[in-house]
Every structure is written in structure tokens, then in C-alpha cells.
């Protein structure tokens, strides 16, 4: 439960701010001048106990790509819903990447708005938890694979690649 309190397996905060009950991840890496470019793939837990923390990291968001300087980057979103098939099919399961409003897999640094395209999708995510669209079925690892196979245009030759796995599990 990350420090905080779990009632039933479902962590609570006692301060009820969900970012003071958040782990804090952080780890650097180098990439080399002539490499300039990076490709990052987010992996999203979309169960039905993610909406707080999906909504965090769209708050967050804004500040992570500023922390990006003059990189080259591009983003792209999944799930950890691995399922081929489910009864109640949305976008992004199996490792496929999720449409940003505007139509696009792929936001980057040249993408207009593509804050509030990254902050829509995940806006768009919340509301299918909400209406129990997301899965239990967590497998970000498998996701990851999935999307790498998939090659559905978010990464680049020469480009680094990093995921981010957001879940609470």
C-alpha cells in the first residue's frame, strides 16, 4: 500500500491527498548527444482502483515533459490490459497504443497542444474506469512486449527507448 492504510486491498490515504501516498520512482539515465532522441511508451494500470492515480499523472505531466529540455522526445500510451479480446473491446488493450483526441498514437515535442493531448487521453481513461471498461487483468510487462511487436509507429530508429508503468500493484 505504499505506507498508506489498506481497507478490503484498496489503499486509502490519510491525508485523502493521493499524492502524498504516491511512491516516488526516480531513476536517470544519459543519453548520448548524438542519440538525442527518446521514445517513451507509458503503460497505464486501468483497473477500476486507478482513477486517482491516473488523474495524477496527467497533472504531472506538464512538469515531466519541461524536465525533457531540448531532447527529442516522443510519447505514446498503453495499457496493462493484455486481453485480445474483451467483451467490452476499447482501444489499448493487447499492447496496442491508445488515440490521443486528436486522432494521433504518437504525441511529441512538435506536436500542438500535446499537453492537453497527453492530459485528454488520460481524461478519456478515467471516465472508462469509471464506467468499468478497464481491466483487472494487469500484466505491464506483457504490454510492453506487445507494443514493442506491434511496432504501431512510436518507436524510432536511433531513438532511446524508456517505458513508464504506472499501477498500483
Known amino acids: 500500500c505504499g505506507g498508506a492504510d489498506c481497507d478490503g486491498g484498496t489503499p486509502t490515504c490519510p491525508s485523502g491527498n493521493i499524492s502524498d501516498c504516491l511512491n516516488a520512482v526516480s531513476a536517470s539515465a544519459t543519453v548520448p548527444t548524438s542519440a538525442n532522441k527518446v521514445d517513451i511508451l507509458f503503460v497505464i494500470d486501468n483497473s477500476g482502483s486507478m482513477q486517482a492515480q491516473i488523474q495524477e499523472i496527467a497533472n504531472r505531466f506538464p512538469n515531466f515533459i519541461t524536465s ?5 522526445w516522443q510519447v505514446c500510451v498503453t495499457t496493462t490490459d493484455t486481453r485480445a479480446n474483451p467483451q467490452n473491446y ?7 497504443l491508445r488515440r490521443f483526441p486528436n486522432g494521433s498514437k504518437v504525441i511529441s515535442k512538435n506536436t500542438q497542444n500535446g499537453q492537453s493531448q497527453f492530459t485528454g487521453l488520460l481524461s478519456t481513461m478515467v471516465t472508462e ?3 468499468g471498461l478497464g481491466s483487472g487483468n494487469e500484466r ?21 527507448l524508456h517505458t513508464v508503468v504506472l499501477s498500483d500493484e
Do not use: M, P, S
Open 90 to 96: 476499447y482501444e489499448g488493450t493487447d499492447g496496442r
Open 140 to 160: 505491464g510487462i506483457l504490454a510492453i512486449n506487445r507494443a514493442l511487436d506491434r511496432k504501431e509507429g512510436c518507436f524510432r530508429q536511433g531513438a532511446a
Open 68 to 72: 525533457l529540455g531540448n531532447i527529442d
Open 129 to 131: 474506469v469509471n464506467q
